[in-house]
């Protein structure tokens, strides 16, 4: 599995998990050390504390290397904990993933994240805390082959095509994400893909994080740490020359004791609006102070709170919501733990909005193309637009219902992105607009599809049914003349129909125990040096083996096969002659 293919940018992260730089840090955030690579960023301080996580290649498990070549932190985040014993499994988890060490295929995989959550209960927080939808049950599953469960898992992707596009953007898209497991929902600002091992979420306002319709990757592995799903002794952050290099299978050390009742209110809870007193529409940061650890925390009011995430600070931890202001009045908003409220704060709007400032019509920049430049009636076409002007009030005027796929950064400055499928051939015009004003045009030539004037293209052979895995065996090797020699061929494909040509009339014995085992026996008539022997599936060689066959030693006579047993002659009668019947 390789996530490094993906052709979304991962770098517009879940707002709670921004990598905040700290300004104030002497030494480096990450640095070699003996036998790794350490990384403090994920500490819980952005480093300030010293400590953090060693990522290895230790005990032949190659972490680091996969981490550094796959795209590092700007694929998968910083590491959040150390590397541990999970289910039987060697695992390491980063912000947007969890690896996995597979001995039996000696590769990484990865873990079905949000499945995980689920199993152990952490719905309702996802839902209240991270606006994540629970997964549906699918009955619809039931007794299907997985081809048509991934069907059917794939179909709540219609609902929402710049989603649809960033989920399967990459070919790769089922080992990076697994299935969709929730339709996708809505919650306020932001519409929300479920799956397995990661979750999409498309902003539908601007954002300090992201723009209006973009799409990003939630960090699912800090949202797992900061709901308690891993085990505490592993994501505590050491110092380099303390950190394992090898998998962890339990605490290091005295660890602290729980605190019995996590959910009751320590009493010094502190509720602070920024700013203060804001107008309709403005976006407005909530923050809750408190001794108490960072876990179970919920800011239950109106305008849909979006939690930011938590840190060391304040009275002992921080915790950081924000929301839009609505209409002019008093708005109250209560900060739970678990169950308990515990501190209640009121956030009073009043005044008129302040003015949107009106852009200029257009920029004077913009450049309008097609991929492809000439396609056939029926084909995907998609209109790029380019301009250093900021993505806003931008649209696209043109037939066969232009389907915007959002905005991005690159080309001028922004590239905006639509999708047509022409339903007939001839010249279409296409017009880019800013604030409703004409700014940058194009004409796209539409062809019929060819028509075939030759006879129907046979259809493709069967399916090519090789592993890529098959390895083959002679038994004895070298052989002499007359001896029984068994082929075996191994890492087959199940449950198909093999070959073996070659000389010597090779005899197909059946496949063994596992499926993926076939054999065959000969006995060579004369010698040879690296005889050829091909294993072949569906006529297409999977792979090739030598056999060298010897003349038999002086003395040692070479059994010649007979074509016909002959009686011996009865009383009287002459003797008989092979091959002829009497």
């Known amino acids: 599995m390789s996530r490094w293919l993906v052709a979304l940018p991962l770098i517009g992260l879940f707002a709670p998990f921004l990598l905040r730089p700290n300004a104030f840090a002497q030494a480096p955030l990450d640095y070699p050390v003996p036998g790794g690579y350490f ?94 939808p629970p997964p549906a049950p699918w009955p619809q599953d039931s007794g299907q082959p997985f081809s048509a469960v991934v069907q059917n898992h794939l179909a709540v992707l219609e609902a929402n095509p710049a989603l649809r596009a960033a989920f399967l953007a990459n070919p790769n898209w089922l080992n990076i994400n697994g299935l969709p497991m929730a339709p996708i929902a809505t919650y306020g600002n932001v519409a929300v893909l479920r799956a397995q091992r990661a979750v999409y979420q498309q902003w539908l306002q601007a954002m300090p994080w992201a723009a209006a319709g973009q799409v990003t990757v939630a960090n699912g592995g800090d949202v797992a740490k900061t709901l308690g799903l891993w085990p505490a002794w592993a994501v505590a952050p050491l110092s380099a020359q303390q950190a394992p290099r090898s998998a962890m299978t339990g605490p290091l050390g005295p660890q602290p004791t729980a605190t019995p009742n996590p959910q009751v209110c320590a009493g010094d809870e502190q509720i602070t609006f920024l700013p203060p007193t804001p107008v309709p529409g403005q976006q407005v940061t909530i923050q809750v102070t408190s001794a108490l650890p960072a876990t179970n925390a919920n800011l239950v009011g109106p305008n849909n709170p979006q939690f930011l995430g938590s840190s060391a600070g304040g009275r002992g931890t921080v915790w950081t919501w924000t929301v839009f202001a609505g209409q002019p009045g008093s708005y109250e908003y209560d900060f739970y733990r678990g169950s308990i409220p515990c501190q209640r704060g009121v956030l009073t709007v009043g005044g008129a909005p302040a003015p949107t400032p009106t852009p200029t019509a257009c920029n004077g920049d913009e450049a309008l193309t097609f991929t492809p430049p000439n396609p056939t009636v029926g084909e995907a076409v998609s209109i790029q637009i380019t301009s250093a002007r900021p993505s806003t009030n ?44 004409p700014c940058a045009s194009g004409t796209l030539g539409v062809n019929q599809p060819v028509v075939p004037t030759s006879t129907p293209v046979p259809p493709p ?80 060689p999977c792979t090739t083996g030598f056999l060298t066959v010897h003349a038999p030693p002086p003395g040692l006579l070479t059994p010649t096969p007979r074509a016909r047993e002959v009686e011996p002659p009865r009383p009287g009668e002459p003797p008989r002659t092979p091959g002829i019947d009497r």
């Open 39 to 132: 990384y403090t960023q994920a500490d819980g301080t952005a480093g300030a504390s010293g400590l953090g996580y060693v990522v290895s290649d230790a005990d032949g498990i190659p972490f680091l290397s996969f981490y550094q070549q796959s795209g590092g932190p700007a694929e998968w985040g910083y590491p959040v904990s150390h590397r541990f014993i999970y289910q039987g499994f060697t695992v390491q988890i980063f912000q947007k993933a969890g690896f996995q060490w597979n001995p039996a295929a000696g590769g990484i995989s990865f873990l079905n994240i949000f499945d995980l959550l689920h199993e152990q209960g952490f719905d309702p927080q996802l839902q209240a805390q991270y606006s994540v």
């Open 394 to 437: 931008v649209g696209l005027a043109g037939p066969f219902n232009p389907s915007f796929q959002g905005a991005g950064p690159g080309g001028r400055g922004i590239i905006w992105t639509w999708m047509v499928v022409p339903g007939e051939a001839g010249s279409f015009s296409y017009t880019f607009t800013i604030n409703g004003a």
């Open 461 to 540: 052979p069967p399916p090519q049914a090789c592993t890529g895995q098959e390895r083959m065996s002679f038994f004895p090797n070298p052989a002499v003349i007359g001896q029984r020699v068994t082929v075996n061929v191994s890492n087959a494909a199940r449950g198909i129909t093999p070959s073996l040509s070659g000389p010597f009339n090779p005899v197909y014995e059946g496949a063994g125990p596992g499926g993926t085992d076939y054999s065959w026996t000969l006995v060579p008539s004369t010698g040879g040096e690296g005889i050829t022997y091909r294993y072949v599936v569906n006529g297409i």
